[in-house]
């Protein structure tokens, strides 16, 4: 711990002698504001704390470390020339009330990525607003209820296969709608059967994910879209799987009438542990007076932020939304170009279809035929080793090297791995994970409990995971390897 290392007096920098009078503190803040005692600081030297968080961050598993296959999350390489980009002065240092006259150049990259979110997707206008997927879920959802409202229709429930993520159906309540449950059917797609039960005057949205969480293309997306437009309700993409469909489909044209994007997911961030995250939304020009304020519009070469908008569902967040996450997009887009997003995507889909004939040896794959960017293994057969789980595998990954891939979701597959290796994994990497899958798959017969016990070699062993939830811990303690 970087207490234990503290000696009083010793600091990390040193400040030039003073050649102004001294003052204190309670100069400038009136003194019933300041504390009374000396926060509780450690003090340490340079060295010492550079070496205390390298060691932290190397105690971690991440994608500069080692491959990271986490279904649905698109863990891939992030390019460190988007992290110079978004450093840069002009941007790092940007006050947001500094006013537009000062900031045409953030505002330019901002009007200028709607625009490329919007020629990648097909739609009319994009908001860049929402901090994440799932507020640009929420942004979708409010956006359907103001629009049924100003068409005067009573419409109260919004559609979710089961197989969606559960942000969909979180943000569904959020916005003051019900969600209602539409079944996949044996081939891991919505079930049109089901679907035309489902469909009423009540319904105003069905979100749905494409491809699925199974990793799998929605055959009969444009037939279900008309379908649902026909019943007077609006179709959402949730655009989590866009690294699959970049420069193959744009969403508009599969009938959709808005969907978010994970800019830190399909156009590289790193994320996961909480970093902050992009959900732009893109939408229809029937759609387009609803988008939060402000909208960033171009006039002659000046760019503006408009906030007089008597449509718009109001502000989702402070000030315009993850500006540091766009210029790393931004950057991103601008780098690949059209041709390069489609190889993206390509390459993806490919990766993932390699590995899965890879690991189709060693693990069942519930829906097998061709996937797109990732697809779904079980390890409900583990069972027959004095009942082994998937969780028990993916512990033992770790001791390999490997983050798991993520377990348990989609929630119709039993045992469920879900497998997504992203573009940016050569194929002797993706060899190296299926061969210890292979290993784990040999050890699960003969010595079980290597997988139950695991992981062996990580600073913190396996958890009492609702211990950990209720009694959070997170001092690092080295003597004591839990
Ligand atoms: C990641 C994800 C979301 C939520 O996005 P966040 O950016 O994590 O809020 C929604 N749906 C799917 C399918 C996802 O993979």
Do not use: W
């Amino acid at each position: 711990m970087l207490f234990d290392l503290s000696k009083t007096g010793r600091s990390a920098f040193k400040f030039a002698k003073l050649d102004v009078p001294k003052k204190g503190l309670s100069d400038y803040i009136p003194e019933r504001y300041l504390r009374k005692n000396q926060a509780l600081l450690p003090e340490v030297a340079e060295p010492e704390l550079a070496r205390h968080f390298t060691h932290l961050a190397s105690m971690n598993h991440h994608i500069d470390k080692g491959f990271y296959p986490l279904g649905s999350c698109t863990m891939k390489y992030n390019p460190k020339v988007n992290e110079h980009t978004s450093r840069l002065p002009g941007f790092s240092g940007l006050h947001p009330l500094a006013p537009v006259k000062i900031t045409q150049g953030a505002l330019r990259l901002m009007y200028e990525l709607q625009g490329l979110l919007a020629e990648i997707s097909g739609f009319d206008a994009v908001t860049l607003e929402p901090a994440a997927g799932a507020q640009g879920e929420l942004c979708a959802n409010l956006i359907t209820r103001a629009y049924f409202k100003e068409r005067g229709e009573e419409r109260t429930k919004v559609i979710i296969p089961d197989s969606a993520h559960g942000t969909n159906p979180a943000s569904v309540t959020l916005s003051g709608f019900e969600s209602v449950t539409v079944a996949s059917n044996a081939d891991g797609l919505i079930d049109l059967d089901d679907l035309t039960e489902k469909l009423s005057t009540d319904i105003a949205l069905i979100m749905i994910t494409n491809p699925n969480t199974l990793g799998l293309f929605e055959r009969d997306i444009c037939k279900i879209t008309e379908k649902v437009h026909r019943a007077g309700a609006l179709a959402y993409l949730d655009g989590a799987n866009l690294n699959a469909l970049m420069g193959i489909v744009k969403p508009a044209d599969m009938g959709f009438d808005l969907m978010h994007f994970n800019l830190h997911k399909t156009f590289s961030t790193p994320h996961g542990g909480g970093g902050p995250g992009s959900g732009p939304v893109g939408v229809t020009k029937e759609l387009a007076d609803f988008l939060p304020v402000p909208v960033i519009t171009k006039d002659a070469d000046e760019y503006s932020l408009i906030y007089n908008r008597p449509k718009t569902i109001g502000k989702l967040h402070g000030y315009y939304g993850n500006f540091g996450v766009m210029v790393k997009a931004y950057t991103y887009i601008r780098l690949l170009g059209a041709s390069g997003l489609y190889e993206v995507s390509k390459n993806a889909i490919l990766n993932a279809n390699y590995l899965k004939t890879l690991i189709g040896k060693y693990l069942e794959i519930p829906h097998s035929r061709h996937c797109m960017h990732e697809f779904v293994a079980s390890g409900k057969e583990l069972k027959m080793f004095n009942n082994l789980r998937t969780a028990d595998l993916a512990k033992r990954l770790l001791d390999y090297g490997y983050h798991s891939p993520t377990v348990y979701f989609p929630l119709i597959v039993s045992e469920a791995l879900m497998v997504e290796p992203t573009e940016t994994e050569t194929a002797e990497t993706l060899d190296g994970f299926a061969t210890a899958v292979q290993r784990i798959v040999q050890e699960a017969r003969i010595n079980p409990e290597m997988l139950r016990k695991a992981p062996h070699t990580t600073p913190v062993g396996r958890l009492d995971e609702v211990r950990a939830i209720k009694e959070l811990d997170v001092c690092y303690r080295p003597d004591r390897r839990t």
